[in-house]
């Protein structure tokens, strides 16, 4: 079943439960995939397009609630928190952690990365095989961390 079969029964369930915070996430999902299936480049939704819109729905989410918490916005905020929740359950598991660690390591040693001059070259690598499977700040920061942890 694709995404958009899935946001598509999922809407339905939504409106009959009258689940309102489900309804936003899923609404603002279906509104992007729509987006792209009408954006005139021919190009279709595969299954990392659809990790790519997902991931791009919570980061701009993460952003917006960042900002009204600075802000003391809280009813604004917990709105993007509810949406971010939403958009999440349609994401594949993340990695992170030990597991995510030891594969930018794996990484590091491949590209013989010794210094954070290197770390663009890291960087390139592992944003190509981790995409869509481990966030960019995440993997920014444990290469960083060891690649100065290594100088």
């Known amino acids: 079943m694709t995404l958009e079969e899935k946001i598509t029964k999922d809407l339905v369930t939504a409106m009959k439960a009258k689940d309102?915070?489900?309804l936003r996430g899923?609404?603002?999902?279906?509104?992007?995939?729509l987006l792209i299936k009408t954006d005139g480049s021919?190009?279709?939704i595969d299954e990392a397009r659809e990790v790519q819109?997902?991931?791009?729905?919570?980061k701009t989410r993460q952003e917006s609630l960042e900002i009204y918490v600075k802000n003391d916005r809280p009813l604004l905020a917990e709105k993007e928190r509810e949406e971010?929740?939403?958009?999440k359950r349609y994401l594949p598991a993340m990695l992170e952690g030990p597991e995510l660690e030891a594969i930018i390591l794996q990484?590091?040693?491949?590209t013989g990365a010794t210094s954070a001059k290197d770390m663009g070259k890291v960087m390139g690598?592992?944003?190509?095989?981790?995409a869509g499977k481990a966030d960019g700040r995440a993997i920014s920061d444990i290469v960083k961390r060891l690649l100065t942890a290594e100088a």
């Open 125 to 130: 690598a592992a944003n190509k095989q981790l």
């Open 20 to 22: 309102e915070v489900s």
């Open 107 to 110: 990484i590091v040693t491949e």
């Open 42 to 44: 021919g190009v279709g």
């Open 84 to 87: 971010i929740d939403v958009i």
């Open 53 to 58: 819109l997902l991931q791009k729905l919570v």
């Open 26 to 33: 899923i609404r603002a999902i279906k509104s992007a995939i």
